[in-house]
T-cell receptor, first 112, second 114 residues
Framework: GENVEQHPSTLSVQEGDSAVIKCTYS??????FPWYKQELGRGPQLIID?????GEKKDQRIAVTLNKTAKHFSLHITETQPEDSAVYFC???????????FGTGTRLKVLA | NAGVMQNPRHLVRRRGQEARLRCSPM?????VYWYRQLPEEGLKFMVY????????ESGMPKERFSAEFPKEGPSILRIQQVVRGDSAAYFC????????????FGPGTRLTVL
């Protein structure tokens, strides 16, 4: 069945450094890849997304890259700040469906 | 514009009782999705509904779980005869017509089964 693997499960970086989170999906028909940030006690918040016809997308300090051939996509956060500390989830959605398949999450800790 | 609302935020039930979780989608959204999150895990899709219709329930357990989205009122996720393994956070998301990519999540209901 469809599967999304996410690494690492935990990540600690110094404030100002970059953080990279990687995901791999199994269904080659997947065509939409959102990233969510989940803070303690809250629901996931969409922070950036990318579609399969695009290789890279950037929004200020956040960027996402997609390699369709390898079925990899990654989240890049530059100049990290303490408020970036949260759990980040990647997800994949297959064309023609509404179901998101989520990764297992990455707990990011930005050390001041 | 209020976001997706869920209530209660926390729910405690004893084994064998029923749990009813409510979700009010964002204004103008007619599509609702329910996900379950076990501790330290990602979200797992359960069911997708439109008003008065279940579109995809492939993630719902075959027994004890049901969902509805009536013409009027919130969507309800109902768990009968709860067991300890049902303890989890249940999230609802909604999306506008024709925009399934854009799912906005509610704050979740944390169910604890004693």
């Amino acid at each position: 069945g469809e599967n999304v693997e996410q690494h690492p499960s935990t990540l600690s970086v110094q404030e100002g450094d970059s953080a990279v989170i990687k995901c791999t999906y199994s269904d080659s028909a997947s065509n939409y890849f959102p990233w969510y940030k989940q803070e303690l006690g809250r629901g996931p918040q969409l922070i950036i997304d990318i579609r399969s016809n695009v290789g890279e997308k950037k929004d200020q300090r956040i960027a996402v890259t997609l390699n369709k051939t390898a079925k990899h996509f990654s989240l890049h956060i530059t100049e990290t700040q303490p408020e970036d500390s949260a759990v980040y989830f990647c997800a994949a959605r297959t064309s023609g469906t509404y179901k998101y398949i989520f990764g297992t999450g990455t707990r990011l800790k930005v050390l001041a | 514009n209020a976001g997706v609302m869920q209530n209660p935020r926390h729910l405690v039930r004893r084994r064998g009782q029923e749990a009813r979780l409510r979700c009010s989608p964002m204004k103008g959204h007619s599509h609702v999705y329910w996900y379950r999150q076990l501790p330290e895990e990602g979200l797992k899709f359960m069911v997708y509904l439109q008003k008065e219709n279940i579109i995809d329930e492939s993630g719902m357990p075959k027994e004890r779980f049901s969902a509805e989205f009536p013409k009027e009122g919130p969507s309800i996720l109902r768990i009968q005869q709860v067991v300890r393994g049902d303890s989890a956070a249940y999230f609802c998301a909604s999306s506008p017509e024709g925009r399934p990519d854009t799912q906005y999540f509610g704050p979740g209901t944390r169910l604890t089964v004693l």
